[in-house]
T-cell receptor
Framework: AQKITQTQPGMFVQEKEAVTLDCTYD???????LFWYKQPSSGEMIFLIY??????QNATEGRYSLNFQKARKSANLVISASQLGDSAMYFC???????????FGPGTRLSVLP | ETGVTQTPRHLVMGMTNKKSLKCEQH?????MYWYKQSAKKPLELMFV???????ENNSVPSRFSPECPNSSHLFLHLHTLQPEDSALYLC???????????FGPGTRLLVL
């Protein structure tokens, strides 16, 4: 079965510093997609970044980058130059080729300190 | 109006009430989803619709009844709910079922 693990329930980071949020996944499929979403206290899930399993380069989107290590089955999110507005829950998710489930991890609550 | 919208944003209902949640997407997507997010629990996929056809029902109780009249609209009809059904209900859409999902703001439901 497909599963996403996020081992950090909560993280603190100082404003302007970089932070890494961990995500490991489990699937036997060779073709899959990995996603990160941000959920502020308002509740809306905001798509941040996507990495395909066959993508050779790590995905980047502005201050967000995904550290994809396929052999370790990890897809960590790196946020550079943290801002106060980055305080939120962050969810790692996975889609697989032959299933229609979109599996989410339990999330990591990030708090950016001034 | 763009993106994914959901109405109402907040809903309080009694256990004997019947209500409906509405989701509308303006992205031209073909797939739509309902999720339930309870406190301290992972996001739970409830239903998946692809080209208006239901393709996934993750053992959701029959007191939740989805309806997808077209690719842009998705409803969740609620009846005789239980207090444990109180949660944030999120709607999402994507171009295809494996592709990036874009979420609405959610409906916060409280069942008394």
């Amino acid at each position: 079965a497909q599963k996403i693990t996020q081992t950090q329930p909560g993280m603190f980071v100082q404003e302007k510093e970089a932070v890494t949020l961990d995500c490991t996944y489990d699937t036997s499929d060779q073709s899959y997609g990995l996603f990160w979403y941000k959920q502020p206290s308002s509740g809306e899930m905001i798509f941040l970044i996507y990495q395909g399993s066959y993508d050779e380069q790590n995905a980047t989107e502005g201050r967000y980058s995904l550290n994809f290590q396929k052999a370790r089955k990890s897809a960590n999110l790196v946020i550079s130059a943290s801002q106060l507005g980055d305080s939120a829950m962050y969810f790692c998710a996975m889609s697989i080729n032959y299933g229609q489930n979109f599996v989410f991890g339990p999330g990591t609550r990030l708090s950016v300190l001034p | 109006e763009t993106g994914v919208t959901q109405t109402p944003r907040h809903l309080v209902m009694g256990m004997t009430n019947k209500k409906s949640l509405k989701c509308e997407q303006h992205l031209g997507h073909n797939a739509m989803y309902w999720y339930k997010q309870s406190a301290k629990k992972p996001l739970e996929l409830m239903f998946v619709y692809n080209f208006k056809e239901q393709t996934e029902n993750n053992s959701v109780p029959s007191r939740f009844s989805p309806e997808c009249p077209n690719s842009s609209h998705l409803f969740l009809h609620l009846h005789t709910l239980q207090p444990e059904d109180s949660a944030l209900y999120l709607c999402a859409s994507s171009q295809g079922v494996r592709e990036t999902q874009y979420f609405g703001p959610g409906t916060r439901l409280l069942v008394l």
